[in-house]
């Protein structure tokens, strides 16, 4: 049988200045979020949670006013869990993905698998940071559910990943740390929303991105999947999907919200983080992933996750 706890016996600990951070009882495992508002209707939470067995945390939010409108974005930065509402409806959410959802009033479930550890970051928009951002009319037509109503599930943007690394690390000392994730915090939320709500196309012209150019598109992205251990430059991607290096540059910060290089580095960042957990050798993982100097990976490793790839090794084993 699972462990069953309401969310409200989560107690609050000791944080940085400007953070919350709650924590489940210790007999349960190491479950425990952070809470950073920034002050016009925006809050970043990050939550780790390990259960020792399974969980069902039990939340509850009665605010069905207009006032209680909330957009969820989630995105998934180690392992799984779900979410089941009252109603009926169900949330997924999985590493490198994103999720997004509109609450107003819900009451649920959230489920947790014993053993898995589950790190994910969430940006909360209420409804007037909404009507600000998206104009009341788009903003109202999104969030007035009654409960929970998912918008969007799908492979997390690159760069939305990026900064949600930056933001999933520990408050930094400097001065300007706050003012960097201020930034951040309002950066991921203009890419989602972005993606939540398009730039409608003039009547009467034709879309900006063709069918064939949006299959080249994804044909270079599977290339970059497949062939990273190899030296994958934008003139051979380019001619192996029939597409010139403009467009198709231009065709990735439009469709996938990056480069082909910088999709190409977190794809492989990605893959090298996957080999180390489960007890490949430094050099090996770098030359799996397109790196023939093991120094030269293991600098662009740190770059990226800032620790270096020893760090890492046998974790999953």
């Known amino acids: 049988m699972p462990s069953r706890t309401p969310s409200t016996l989560a107690l609050p600990q000791p944080c940085a200045p400007g953070w919350t951070r709650h924590a489940l009882p210790p007999e349960l495992g190491d479950c425990h979020s952070e809470r950073f508002t920034l002050g016009d209707g925006i809050v970043l939470a990050r939550s780790h949670y390990c259960p020792l067995r399974d969980l069902v945390e039990e939340s509850v939010n009665t605010d069905r006013s207009d006032q209680g409108r909330t957009l969820v974005i989630t995105l998934g930065l180690a392992g799984g869990s779900g979410f089941v509402a009252r109603s009926g409806a169900a949330l997924r959410f999985g590493a490198g993905q994103t ?17 898995q550890t589950v790190r994910q970051l969430r940006l909360l928009l209420s409804g007037a940071a909404l009507d600000r951002y998206l104009g009341p009319e788009l903003s109202r037509r999104i969030t007035q559910v009654d409960g929970v109503r998912q918008l969007d599930h799908r492979a997390s943007l690159p760069a939305s ?18 003012l960097d994730r201020h930034i951040a915090m309002l950066s991921l939320a203009a890419l989602e929303l972005r993606h939540l709500a398009p730039t409608p196309q003039p009547a009467g012209t034709a879309p900006r991105w063709s069918a064939d150019e949006l299959s080249r ?3 270079a992205r599977e290339l970059l999947a497949s062939q990273m251990d190899r030296d994958l430059t934008l003139a051979y991607l380019s001619a192996a999907v029939g597409m010139n290096e403009h467009r198709l540059k231009q065709g990735f910060r439009t469709v996938f919200g990056s480069t082909p290089q910088a999709l190409l580095l977190e794809l492989r960042m990605r893959r090298a983080w996957a080999l180390l957990e489960t007890g490949c050798q430094v050099a090996q993982a770098g030359w799996q992933v ?5 120094s030269n990976f293991s600098a662009a490793f740190s770059r990226f996750f800032g620790r270096s790839p020893k760090s890492v ?5």
């Open 161 to 178: 990943l990026a900064l949600a690394r930056r933001l999933a690390q520990p408050p930094g000392p400097q001065p300007t740390d706050a």
């Open 313 to 317: 090794f046998g974790r999953r084993s």
């Open 217 to 219: 598109l994804e044909r």
């Open 99 to 115: 999720t997004l959802a509109a609450f107003r009033g819900s009451q649920g479930e959230r489920h947790y698998g014993a053993g």
């Open 290 to 294: 397109g790196y023939a100097h093991p």
